[in-house]
Structures are given as C-alpha cells and as structure tokens.
C-alpha cells in the first residue's frame, strides 16, 4: 500500500495570498495524483489528475506538480470559496489510497 | 457527463448488513469502473472497492472479507439507466461513516464525479 503524507496538517492563510500544499509519497507514482477539494457537508471535487492536469471548470488559479514521491498543489491568490480541506490521491499502487487531508484556513 | 445518486438506510446496528445502492445517469456504464469511498466523521476518505461494467469487483484488502460490490445494467425505469451496490456485513460503530459512489473513467486514476454521499450511523 502506497501511504500519502500531506503537509502541513493546517495551512492558515489570507484571502489573496498563495497557497502551496505538499503530497509525498512513501513509493514512486509517476504523475498518477490527483488533488480534491472537499468543503463542510460536501463530497469531494476532482480539481487535478495526472498530477498537473486542471479538471474541467477549474480555476486557473489552482495548479498542480510533482513527479515520483513529491507533489505539490498551489492555488495562486485565494479566494474565500477556496478554503476548505484539500487530498491527494493515487490508484497507482494497489489498493487505491488517500493523503489525510490538509486544512486551509482563513487567519 | 456522469451524474450520480446514490441511496440507502442511514441507521444500522452491529451485526447487521449495509447496503446501499447509487445510479448513473448519462455517459458510458462501460468505460468505467464504479467505486465505493467512505469517510468516517471528522476524518479521511478510504476506497472500499470498484466493480467493472462487466461485474468483476476489486475491493481494499482491509475490507475484502466483509464487502460485496454488485452491478445492474438496466433498471426498469429505463435503458439509459444503470445501478451498482454496496453491502457490508457485519457492521460495527467502526463502519460510521459517510459513504460514497463514485465513477473512474478506465483510462485514469481520479474519481470524477461523486455521489452526493450517505451518513450511515452503525448504533445500538
């Protein structure tokens, strides 16, 4: 099993200012990451696959990268509606896991 | 484009069997495989397995004894309209958690898009 470790744990931001969210991995992915959105109440949101590849009606402001153990999700200039809980995700190493979440918060 | 919905009972006790069930709506049943996440409260989303348009099921090894993933290529409301289920037997407060559906195009490795997610409370 491929173990996601997310960090930090809670990032506490302004509105306006960059976000830069980590995924490391403890076996090589490739580029096979996605990243989700999840906010209170609601179910998670693809927002990047492929490590680098926005889903459709994303943002511009959310990019994705990395490769093999680290990724990295940064989202340029907050926005209200963007705080919320933020995985990773890989199927490349069996079974199918997820990073345990990392919190932006507003400060 | 994928929609999904999903339903079943939200209050078990242990010992009792979960089931729930969701339906796809729109795009092809067959280029994709139709998985099941869970979330218990206040943590993180954990795959509990995924089944092919043609029946055969993969589940998480954590859960492989007691989860059961099933497909149904029509329902009697229309062709159009396809169904996958969800059973876990023997459930404790362990289980709790918000459940849900979710398609992965066969090409990939992301889920896109999700159901609208089940709270199944496992209570005595």
């Known amino acids: 099993e491929a173990v996601l470790t997310q960090s930090p744990a809670i990032l506490s931001l302004s509105p306006g200012e960059r976000a830069t969210l ?3 991995a403890s076996q090589s992915l490739s580029t096979n990451v996605a990243w989700y959105q999840q906010k209170p ?7 990047i696959y492929d490590a ?13 990268s990395g490769s093999g153990t680290d990724f990295t999700l940064t989202i340029n200039s907050l926005e209200p509606e963007d705080f919320a809980v933020y995985y990773c995700q890989q199927r490349t190493i069996w079974p199918p896991t997820f990073g345990q979440g990392t919190k932006v918060e507003v400060k | 484009q994928v929609q999904l919905h999903q339903w079943g009972a939200g209050l078990l006790k242990p010992s009792e069997t979960l089931s729930l069930t969701c339906t796809v709506y729109g795009g092809s049943f067959t280029e994709n495989y139709w998985s099941w996440i869970r979330q218990p409260p206040g943590k993180g989303l954990e795959w509990i397995g995924e089944i092919s348009h043609r029946g055969s099921p993969n589940y998480n090894p954590s859960l492989k004894s007691r989860v059961s993933i099933s497909v149904d290529a029509f329902t009697h409301r229309s062709p159009f309209t396809h169904q996958f289920s969800l059973k876990l037997r023997s459930v404790t407060a362990a289980d709790t ?3 849900y ?6 090409g ?7 159901g609208q997610g089940t ?3 496992v209570s005595s």
């Open chain 2, 119 to 121: 709270l199944v409370t």
């Open chain 2, 97 to 99: 958690a918000v459940y």
């Open chain 2, 108 to 114: 990939g490795n992301w889920f896109d898009p999700w």
């Open chain 1, 41 to 47: 109440g609601q179910s998670p949101r693809l927002l």
């Open chain 2, 101 to 106: 559906c979710a398609s992965l195009w066969v």
């Open chain 1, 22 to 24: 980590s995924c490391r």
């Open chain 1, 52 to 64: 680098s590849n926005r889903a459709s009606d994303i943002p511009a402001r959310f990019s994705g």
